[in-house]
């Protein structure tokens, strides 16, 4: 079993960064684990954004945060982060970590492991 919690959500004005984190707890590594963050805005299906592949060399992202968004893996420190910029209103959600054992792409079913979210709110 893998908890994942995330943070580094919050209140950005548009053109701002944030970096969000996700630590694994639990005792596997998640090294074991494709990782990925999703979103959700109010009234709308939760989204894939980013993922990143067990050791780090391979990552992928959803088209409207290329460019302007990095994920990226310390396994020495069971963390994932995001860092995303140039924030614009339409990045509001709250943001999800998942970890996949069958090396997940970019759908929520291929993810085996949640966590709970972060607010993540870009004021215009």
């Known amino acids: 079993q893998v908890q994942l919690v995330e943070s580094g959500g919050g209140l950005v004005q548009a053109g701002g960064s944030l970096r969000l984190s996700c630590t694994a707890s639990g005792r596997t590594s998640i090294t074991s684990y494709v990782m990925g963050w999703f979103r959700q805005a109010p009234g709308k299906e939760r989204e894939f954004v980013a993922g990143i592949s067990w050791s780090g060399g391979h990552t992928y992202y959803e088209d409207s945060v290329k460019g302007r968004s990095t994920i990226s893996r310390d396994n020495a420190k069971n963390t994932v982060y995001l860092q995303m910029n140039s924030l614009t209103p339409e990045d509001t959600a709250v943001y999800y970590c998942?970890?996949?054992?069958?090396?997940?792409?970019?759908?929520?079913?291929?993810?085996?492991?949640w966590g709970q979210g972060t607010q993540v709110t870009v004021s215009s």
């Open positions: 998942a970890a996949s054992r069958q090396g997940g792409a970019n759908l929520a079913n291929e993810y085996d492991y």
